[in-house]
Nanobody
Framework: QAHLVESGGGSVQAGGSLTLSCAAS????????MAWFRQGPGKEREGVAM???????MYADFAKGRFTIYRDLSKNILYLQMSSLRPEDTAMYYC???????????????????WGQGTQVTVSS
């Protein structure tokens, strides 16, 4: 069982930066993929960024060039570094892990079987 706990959210002004963390109870090197998702007010949950077991990454178009996903395997922590934040980035951000192989889309919600409780990011203009 993977227990995921996010932290690092907060309130920032547009143009600012935040780094989110996701601490895992298990050994994340064994997870097929880990990802960050977000859900804004009245919106569906959407994928932000993914890192595969081998280290390959992929990003949603809105995240390219502004967000970076990376991990510390020695600490079992996943990160999302966010810069040039915009008001439309305001959302609850969730960490997710694929511990049972599914092989579906990298940013598909259904592909991930463990989720954290989320951390709120609010960007003001």
């Amino acid at each position: 069982q993977a227990h995921l706990v996010e932290s690092g959210g907060g309130s920032v002004q547009a143009g600012g930066s935040l780094t989110l963390s996701c601490a895992a109870s298990g050994n994340i090197v064994g997870y097929y993929r880990m990802a960050w998702f977000r859900q804004g007010p009245g919106k569906e949950r959407e994928g932000v960024a993914m890192i595969a077991q081998g280290g390959d990454t992929m990003y949603a178009d809105f995240a390219k060039g502004r967000f970076t996903i990376y991990r510390d395997l020695s600490k079992n922590i996943l990160y999302l570094q966010m810069s040039s934040l915009r008001p439309e980035d305001t959302a609850m951000y969730y960490c997710a892990a694929e511990t049972i192989y599914s092989g579906g889309p990298d940013l598909g919600v259904a592909e991930y079987d463990h989720w954290g409780q989320g951390t709120q990011v609010t960007v003001s203009s």
